[in-house]
Nanobody, 121 residues
Framework: QVQLAESGGGLVQPGGSLRLSCVAS????????MGWYRQAPGAERELVAT???????DYADSVKGRFTISRDNAKRTVFLQMNSLKPEDTAVYYC???????????????WGQGTQVTVSS
């Protein structure tokens, strides 16, 4: 059974930093893209950043220059370094991966349960 375990959320003052981590467990043949999404109260879930298996990253315009996504393929882990945090970054952050559990299976999408990030003074 595939599970994603997120950690690193919390309360931080504006201008501060946090580092989110997400570890994927279970039986995988191959993990392809990994990423982070977020959902603020009353808003739809939105893409924050994604990274391919080869390390190519893409970011939402609102976080470019402040957030950095990275991954460790051997540890099945994706990270999100968040700097210069703003109150509008407050949201539940969700880890997302696209993976195949067997060579003959189609790629599937998996989600973590989310970790709260609150930016407030």
């Amino acid at each position: 059974q595939v599970q994603l375990a997120e950690s690193g959320g919390g309360l931080v003052q504006p201008g501060g930093s946090l580092r989110l981590s997400c570890v994927a467990s279970g039986s995988f043949f191959r993990i392809n893209a990994m990423g982070w999404y977020r959902q603020a109260p009353g808003a739809e879930r939105e893409l924050v950043a994604t990274i391919t298996r080869d390390g190519n990253a893409d970011y939402a315009d609102s976080v470019k220059g402040r957030f950095t996504i990275s991954r460790d393929n051997a540890k099945r882990t994706v990270f999100l370094q968040m700097n210069s945090l703003k109150p509008e970054d407050t949201a539940v952050y969700y880890c997302n991966i696209r993976a195949k559990i067997a060579p003959w299976r189609d790629e599937s999408e998996y989600w973590g349960q989310g970790t709260q990030v609150t930016v407030s003074s």
